[in-house]
C-alpha cells in the first residue's frame, strides 16, 4: 500500500515515541533551534572524498538541520542527515562513487551523546550479513574495504534501531547512494534516490499542527525536482535507489525501458539479453535499487513518477501559512487547474536535426466519444465517476457511469480519435497509459506537447480529442490524470486492449482482471481506497472449461495498494505461464511456467496464459500484500 494520509494518521496516533538523539522532546516538537542548518538537496553528481592512488578516503558525520524540499526559501522539515565535515548536509547524503578495485576508508561519527547510531551498507558486495556498524554517541568508526564488484547500493542509518521501511521522520533520509563503476571513468548515467518523510500531528501546540507527508528525489518535491532535456534517439541510462519506508510503482511516460538491475543495500543482481524485463511500469519495494535504460524515441513533454496517486498529489505541498498564502503555481509545471508534488521528474526530448516530420496516417481514424461523468452516493453516501461511451443520437443519462469504465478495443496500426467529454464539476483529463503515442494526447495537462502546443486540462462542459496509432498489441489502461486520488479513487479507469490480425479479441478464451479504487481515499472509513474487481467488491463465479487454455489479462489500477494476484486449489497454488508485461510479449526466457503468484503495484499488468487440468473448484484471491481488503473468486472448472 502506498501510505495515504488517514492511514499515516492512524498509524501516527498508535505510534508510541521513539528516543530521539539531540534533545528529544524539542525535536519532537520540532523545535527550529535543534534543527538551524539548511539541509542540502543532494543531485548525485558528485562524488564525496577524497580518490587518490585507487583509495577513496571519506568521513560522514550525522547533523540535524531542515531540508526546504520546494523552493530555497520555502517551507522546510527537520530531520537528520549525512554530511562530510566542513561541509554542508545533504539529503540525499553524500555521493559514494568509485571505479571496482578502490579501496575504501570511511569514517562516521556520530556526535549525538544520547544516542547510538547503527550505520548500514558500508562493505563489498554482496554482502548478505550486514549487521551494520554501531556509534555510541561522540564515537566516530573506520571501516576499511575493496570496493570489487561494479553495482548500485546505498548506504543508511538508524539512531532507533529500525528496518529500513520503518525509520522515523527524524532518520528517514538517512541514507545515500554507493555506486562502483565497471572501468575507471565514471559513466553517463545519472543516480535518483527516493525518500519519504511524515510527522504525525501535534494538537498540543499553541498553533495544532497536522499530519505533515513529504516525498522527494534527490531531496526535492515536483514541481523543484531536476528536469531533463534530451536528443531523440538518445539512450538515457538511470539508477534508482529507494531507502524509504514505502514501495514505489515507478511509470514512464510514453516509452519502455529495460530493468538492467535489481537488488538492495546488500546485492545488486544484473540482467543479461532477453533475460531484461521491458516495462512501463516497475514496482520498486522498500529498500531495493533498481539500473534502467530507455531511448527517448518521440520528441515532446514525457513524465516519469510514482503511480500511488498519493505521492504525487497536491496533499504533499508543504504549507505556507493561511489558504491564501498557497502558491499559485501549477505542478505540472503551467497554469493547470490541479496540482501534482512529490515524486515526479519532467522530460523534454528534443526533435533530432534533419529528421523528417512525422508522417500523418492516410487512413480516416475511427472515431470514438469517451464522457467522463459523476453519479451521486456510488459508494454508500459517497458519489462515485466513471466513464461511459457515447453510441448512437441520444447521450447517455448523466448520472450513467461504468465502473470499470468500458473497455476500448484498438486495432494495431489502426488510427483512433478519442474524444474525451467532462460533465464532472472539475476540470480532468485521460492518460492513454502504455501506449506509446506522440506527446501532445498523452494527457498531462500543462505539460504534454511541446512548446507551442500543450494539452489543456478538459474542463466542465469540454472536451478533447486525443488521436494515436497503436503502435503494439496489449493489454492497456486508460485513467484519469487529474486529482488522481479523488477520480481514480472514484472510478475514473478503464482497460484499452490493442489487437490485430494475428491475436484478434476473444471473449471465450480471455477473462480481464481488473483491481480498481471502490471510492475515493479521504472520504472513506477504510485506509486508502477499497479494491474492486471488475467493478465489484464480490464478484460473480469464473466458469472455465477443463484443458482449455485462458488468456488472464491481469491490471491493478488501485490508486492506493499493492495487490496480490493468485490462483489455487485448497492445497496449492496452480500453475499459470507469464504471457506479457504491460502490453509488450515476453521473450521465451521469461515465459516459463511458474507458481500462479503475482505481485503487483497501480498501473502495472499482466497476461498469463492458465490451463485448468481437471474439473472442480479453484480460487482466484485478490488482495492488498499489507493488510487491508480481499476479492476472491470462486474459478468452477467444468
Given at each position: 500500500?502506498?501510505?495515504?494520509?488517514?492511514?499515516?494518521?492512524?498509524?501516527?496516533?498508535?505510534?508510541?515515541?521513539?528516543s530521539l538523539p539531540c534533545r528529544a522532546g524539542a525535536q519532537h516538537r520540532g523545535d527550529a533551534g535543534?534543527?538551524?542548518?539548511?539541509?542540502?538537496?543532494?543531485?548525485?553528481?558528485?562524488?564525496?572524498?577524497?580518490?587518490?592512488?585507487?583509495?577513496?578516503?571519506?568521513?560522514?558525520?550525522?547533523?540535524?538541520?531542515?531540508?526546504?524540499?520546494?523552493?530555497?526559501?520555502?517551507?522546510?522539515?527537520?530531520?537528520?542527515?549525512?554530511?562530510?565535515?566542513?561541509?554542508?548536509?545533504?539529503?540525499?547524503?553524500?555521493?559514494?562513487?568509485?571505479?571496482?578495485?578502490?579501496?575504501?576508508?570511511?569514517?562516521?561519527?556520530?556526535?549525538?551523546?544520547?544516542?547510538?547510531?547503527?550505520?548500514?551498507?558500508?562493505?563489498?558486495?554482496?554482502?548478505?550479513?550486514?549487521?551494520?556498524?554501531?556509534?555510541?554517541?561522540?564515537?566516530?568508526?573506520?571501516?576499511?574495504?575493496?570496493?570489487?564488484?561494479?553495482?548500485?547500493?546505498?548506504?543508511?542509518?538508524?539512531?532507533?534501531?529500525?528496518?529500513?521501511?520503518?525509520?522515523?521522520?527524524?532518520?528517514?533520509?538517512?541514507?545515500?547512494?554507493?555506486?562502483?563503476?565497471?572501468?575507471?571513468?565514471?559513466?553517463?548515467?545519472?543516480?535518483?534516490?527516493?525518500?519519504?518523510?511524515?510527522?504525525?500531528?501535534?494538537?498540543?501546540?499553541?498553533?495544532?499542527?497536522?499530519?505533515?507527508?513529504?516525498?522527494?528525489?534527490?531531496?526535492?518535491?515536483?514541481?523543484?525536482?531536476?528536469?531533463?532535456?534530451?536528443?531523440?534517439?538518445?539512450?538515457?541510462?538511470?539508477?534508482?535507489?529507494?531507502?524509504?519506508?514505502?514501495?514505489?510503482?515507478?511509470?514512464?511516460?510514453?516509452?519502455?525501458?529495460?530493468?538492467?538491475?535489481?537488488?538492495?543495500?546488500?546485492?545488486?543482481?544484473?540482467?543479461?539479453?532477453?533475460?531484461?524485463?521491458?516495462?512501463?511500469?516497475?514496482?520498486?519495494?522498500?529498500?531495493?535499487?533498481?539500473?534502467?535504460?530507455?531511448?527517448?524515441?518521440?520528441?515532446?513533454?514525457?513524465?516519469?513518477?510514482?503511480?500511488?496517486?498519493?505521492?504525487?498529489?497536491?496533499?504533499?505541498?508543504?504549507?505556507?501559512?493561511?489558504?491564501?498564502?498557497?502558491?499559485?503555481?501549477?505542478?505540472?509545471?503551467?497554469?493547470?487547474?490541479?496540482?501534482?508534488?512529490?515524486?515526479?521528474?519532467?522530460?523534454?526530448?528534443?526533435?533530432?536535426?534533419?529528421?523528417?516530420?512525422?508522417?500523418?496516417s492516410q487512413r480516416p481514424p475511427r472515431r470514438i466519444r469517451l464522457i467522463a461523468q459523476a453519479a451521486?452516493?456510488?459508494?454508500?453516501?459517497?458519489?462515485?465517476?466513471?466513464?461511459?461511451?457515447?453510441?448512437?443520437?441520444?447521450?447517455?443519462?448523466?448520472?450513467?457511469?461504468?465502473?470499470?469504465?468500458?473497455?476500448?478495443?484498438?486495432?494495431?496500426?489502426?488510427?483512433?480519435?478519442?474524444?474525451?467529454?467532462?460533465?464532472?464539476?472539475?476540470?480532468?483529463?485521460?492518460?492513454?497509459?502504455?501506449?506509446?503515442?506522440?506527446?501532445?494526447?498523452?494527457?498531462?495537462?500543462?505539460?504534454?506537447?511541446?512548446?507551442?502546443?500543450?494539452?489543456?486540462?478538459?474542463?466542465?462542459?469540454?472536451?478533447?480529442?486525443?488521436?494515436?496509432?497503436?503502435?503494439?498489441?496489449?493489454?492497456?489502461?486508460?485513467?484519469?490524470?487529474?486529482?488522481?486520488?479523488?477520480?481514480?479513487?472514484?472510478?475514473?479507469?478503464?482497460?484499452?486492449?490493442?489487437?490485430?490480425?494475428?491475436?484478434?479479441?476473444?471473449?471465450?478464451?480471455?477473462?480481464?482482471?481488473?483491481?480498481?479504487?471502490?471510492?475515493?481515499?479521504?472520504?472513506?472509513?477504510?485506509?486508502?481506497?477499497?479494491?474492486?474487481?471488475?467493478?465489484?467488491?464480490?464478484?460473480?463465479?469464473?466458469?472455465?472449461?477443463?484443458?482449455?487454455?485462458?488468456?488472464?489479462?491481469?491490471?491493478?489500477?488501485?490508486?492506493?495498494?499493492?495487490?496480490?494476484?493468485?490462483?489455487?486449489?485448497?492445497?496449492?497454488?496452480?500453475?499459470?505461464?507469464?504471457?506479457?508485461?504491460?502490453?509488450?510479449?515476453?521473450?521465451?526466457?521469461?515465459?516459463?511456467?511458474?507458481?500462479?503468484?503475482?505481485?503487483?503495484?497501480?498501473?502495472?499488468?499482466?497476461?498469463?496464459?492458465?490451463?485448468?487440468?481437471?474439473?472442480?473448484?479453484?480460487?482466484?484471491?485478490?488482495?492488498?500484500?499489507?493488510?487491508?481488503?480481499?476479492?476472491?473468486?470462486?474459478?468452477?472448472?467444468?
Amino acid at each position: 500500500m502506498a501510505w495515504t494520509r488517514p492511514f499515516r494518521l492512524a498509524l501516527a496516533v498508535a505510534a508510541t515515541a521513539a528516543s530521539l538523539p539531540c534533545r528529544a522532546g524539542a525535536q519532537h516538537r520540532g523545535d527550529a533551534g535543534t534543527f538551524r542548518e539548511r539541509i542540502v538537496s543532494n543531485d548525485n553528481r558528485t562524488p564525496a572524498g577524497r580518490l587518490a592512488s585507487g583509495v577513496l578516503t571519506v568521513r560522514l558525520e550525522v547533523r540535524a538541520g531542515m531540508l526546504h524540499p520546494e523552493e530555497d526559501d520555502g517551507p522546510g522539515v527537520p530531520m537528520l542527515a549525512f554530511a562530510e565535515p566542513g561541509k554542508p548536509a545533504h539529503a540525499p547524503g553524500p555521493l559514494l562513487r568509485v571505479p571496482a578495485g578502490t579501496m575504501m576508508h570511511v569514517s562516521v561519527r556520530n556526535p549525538f551523546a544520547d544516542s547510538t547510531l547503527t550505520v548500514y551498507g558500508l562493505h563489498d558486495h554482496p554482502a548478505p550479513a550486514d549487521t551494520g556498524i554501531r556509534l555510541r554517541g561522540g564515537e566516530t568508526r573506520e571501516v576499511r574495504f575493496r570496493a570489487s564488484r561494479p553495482g548500485t547500493w546505498f548506504y543508511w542509518a538508524t539512531t532507533t534501531g529500525s528496518p529500513v521501511d520503518a525509520r522515523q521522520w527524524f532518520e528517514s533520509q538517512l541514507a545515500g547512494a554507493f555506486v562502483v563503476d565497471s572501468g575507471a571513468t565514471v559513466g553517463s548515467d545519472r543516480i535518483f534516490v527516493l525518500g519519504t518523510w511524515v510527522r504525525d500531528g501535534d494538537s498540543t501546540l499553541p498553533v495544532p499542527r497536522p499530519v505533515q507527508d513529504v516525498m522527494v528525489i534527490n531531496g526535492r518535491s515536483w514541481p523543484h525536482t531536476e528536469r531533463f532535456t534530451f536528443a531523440e534517439g538518445e539512450r538515457v541510462h538511470w539508477r534508482w535507489v529507494n531507502p524509504s519506508n514505502d514501495s514505489h510503482p515507478m511509470h514512464l511516460h510514453g516509452f519502455y525501458y529495460n530493468v538492467e538491475s535489481r537488488g538492495d543495500w546488500r546485492s545488486d543482481a544484473a540482467y543479461a539479453g532477453a533475460d531484461r524485463p521491458l516495462v512501463v511500469t516497475h514496482l520498486m519495494l522498500p529498500g531495493e535499487t533498481m539500473n534502467m535504460s530507455w531511448t527517448a524515441e518521440r520528441e515532446g513533454n514525457w513524465i516519469f513518477h510514482c503511480h500511488f496517486a498519493f505521492h504525487v498529489s497536491e496533499h504533499l505541498v508543504l504549507p505556507r501559512g493561511e489558504p491564501a498564502a498557497q502558491p499559485a503555481h501549477a505542478a505540472h509545471g503551467a497554469a493547470a487547474p490541479h496540482r501534482m508534488a512529490g515524486l515526479v521528474l519532467a522530460l523534454s526530448v528534443n526533435p533530432s536535426k534533419g529528421a523528417p516530420a512525422p508522417v500523418a496516417s492516410q487512413r480516416p481514424p475511427r472515431r470514438i466519444r469517451l464522457i467522463a461523468q459523476a453519479a451521486p452516493r456510488r459508494f454508500g453516501t459517497v458519489g462515485g465517476m466513471g466513464y461511459v461511451v457515447h453510441e448512437g443520437p441520444a447521450e447517455p443519462a448523466r448520472d450513467s457511469i461504468a465502473i470499470p469504465g468500458p473497455t476500448l478495443v484498438l486495432r494495431k496500426g489502426e488510427p483512433v480519435a478519442i474524444t474525451v467529454v467532462n460533465h464532472l464539476k472539475e476540470p480532468t483529463a485521460v492518460h492513454w497509459h502504455g501506449i506509446e503515442l506522440e506527446s501532445f494526447p498523452d494527457g498531462v495537462p500543462g505539460w504534454s506537447g511541446r512548446p507551442g502546443r500543450i494539452m489543456p486540462a478538459i474542463m466542465p462542459n469540454d472536451s478533447f480529442v486525443a488521436e494515436f496509432v497503436p503502435p503494439r498489441a496489449g493489454t492497456f489502461i486508460y485513467h484519469t490524470h487529474a486529482n488522481e486520488q479523488l477520480q481514480m479513487g472514484g472510478g475514473l479507469y478503464g482497460t484499452l486492449l490493442v489487437v490485430d490480425s494475428a491475436r484478434p479479441y476473444d471473449p471465450a478464451r480471455e477473462r480481464i482482471i481488473m483491481v480498481g479504487g471502490g471510492g475515493p481515499a479521504d472520504s472513506m472509513p477504510t485506509f486508502g481506497s477499497p479494491g474492486l474487481v471488475n467493478g465489484s467488491a464480490a464478484p460473480a463465479p469464473m466458469v472455465l472449461d477443463a484443458g482449455t487454455t485462458y488468456r488472464l489479462r491481469l491490471i491493478n489500477i488501485n490508486p492506493d495498494w499493492r495487490v496480490i494476484f493468485s490462483i489455487m486449489s485448497d492445497s496449492a497454488l496452480a500453475t499459470w505461464r507469464p504471457l506479457a508485461k504491460d502490453g509488450a510479449d515476453l521473450p521465451a526466457s521469461q515465459a516459463a511456467p511458474r507458481p500462479a503468484y503475482l505481485l503487483t503495484g497501480p498501473g502495472e499488468t499482466a497476461d498469463f496464459a492458465f490451463t485448468p487440468t481437471s474439473r472442480g473448484e479453484l480460487r482466484l484471491e485478490v488482495k492488498t500484500q499489507l493488510a487491508g481488503w480481499i476479492v476472491p473468486i470462486r474459478i468452477h472448472v467444468r
